[in-house]
């Protein structure tokens, strides 16, 4: 079932993206050759006007094929050159390439306004001024370290724990040192009590079980600050992305980036489906965040992504000519080629973690 959700989550999201690109090439009047879902051999495939839909084998992917995107003599100078990428103007160009972000970013606003509409666990803190609209209050673990004893030993976010404050659990798992502390917590309705045996340097000069609690109710808002509220935690989360993404690559030259938490396509579907078992609205916001991510991580200025072919027409917009189509062609080649070498990295890492653990 697990399998089963994140390829459709994953489905969903491509979609999306690349619906964006499709519908913008088609508004700039560049002709649209392909639009296929998943690589490889073709499922089913039907031609209607110059577009060929697909669906094809391996889902873990999608494109559109743009007439003249990759250009050549034909999408340059052809009979049909009048609609190719390549011969429009380039402000056309950034918005064809753009649109796939964009329709990602804006998908994640729509999933989260339903979220908020069918109710989310939110902070007192964090919504202050909705404390009148919340309801269901208790102590919830939000994050746990991976590899902790909390993890170890079962706990998963969302768990409810038992206990009067979040500053007693932390008294609590402190003063035990390594003598074990019990932990009472409510899932799906059934009480649950474990010993587990905190640790000293997740937390500074504490003992800990690297969970993070928080004091959450669950909030429903009407349409209007539904909308409001989730366009407030999409811009958030894109910023935190993009802040994040930044640290990681900068941390790779100074040696301080943590390699161990990223995570590919195995890891993920783990991940979506500890969140289906929570809630359709944990569903909801874990899938607008791999929806941010994907726009994200597709907006970098790395060749044959998104920001990379958006960084090529910027280049040709400074030096006022075409860059080459051999080099554009062969540099994206490349480029997708390291994309493809890092998932496998990526994604033989998390089999591996899967055995480790």
């Known amino acids: 079932m697990t399998v089963i959700i994140f390829i459709i989550v994953l489905a969903i999201l491509i979609f999306v993206h690349e619906l964006g690109h499709f519908l913008f090439a088609r508004w700039c009047g560049i002709r649209v050759d392909e639009f296929a879902l998943g690589f490889g051999p073709k499922i089913f495939s039907k031609k209607v006007g110059a577009t060929i839909y697909s669906l094809n084998l391996i889902p873990f992917g999608g494109y559109v094929k743009i007439f003249g995107e990759n250009p050549d003599e034909e999408s340059i100078s052809g009979p049909d050159s009048a609609r190719s990428f390549v011969n429009k103007s380039k402000l056309e160009q950034i918005a064809v390439l753009g649109a796939g972000v964009l329709f990602n970013f804006i998908f994640a606003w729509a999933i989260i306004t339903i979220a908020f509409l069918s109710g989310v666990l939110a902070s007192k803190d964090s919504y202050p001024q909705y404390t009148d609209r919340m309801e269901n209050s208790h102590i919830a673990i939000t994050f746990i370290n991976p590899s902790s004893p909390a993890e170890k030993a079962g706990l998963k976010p969302g768990d409810e724990l ?14 035990s040192k390594e003598n074990g502390v019990k932990i009472k917590y409510r899932r799906d309705g059934e009480e649950i009590e474990k010993s587990i045996i905190a640790e000293k340097g997740i937390v500074e000069d504490k003992y800990a079980i690297g969970i993070a609690m928080d004091n959450v109710s669950t909030l429903k808002l009407p349409i209007h600050l ?81 920001g990379g072919r958006i960084f090529f027409v910027i280049i040709e917009s400074i030096i006022r000519r075409p860059i080459k189509p051999v080099i554009a062609n062969t540099v994206n080649a490349i480029g997708f080629g390291l994309l493809i070498l890092l998932m496998i990295v990526v994604t033989y890492k998390d089999i591996a973690k899967l055995f480790v653990d």
């Open 162 to 175: 038992i206990a009067s404050s979040v500053e007693e659990i932390q008294n609590n798992i402190n003063a």
């Open 226 to 306: 539904a909308i409001y509220e989730s366009a407030r935690f999409t811009i958030h989360i894109i910023s935190a992305t993009f802040v994040g993404i930044w640290d990681l690559i900068y941390g790779i030259f100074d040696g301080s980036s943590n390699m161990s938490a990223v995570t590919g396509p195995i890891g993920i579907a783990g991940l979506v489906g500890d969140a289906a078992k929570l809630g359709f609205t944990y569903l909801l916001m874990f899938t607008a965040i791999i929806s941010i991510n994907l726009g994200v991580l597709n907006f970098i200025p790395f060749p044959a992504l998104d």
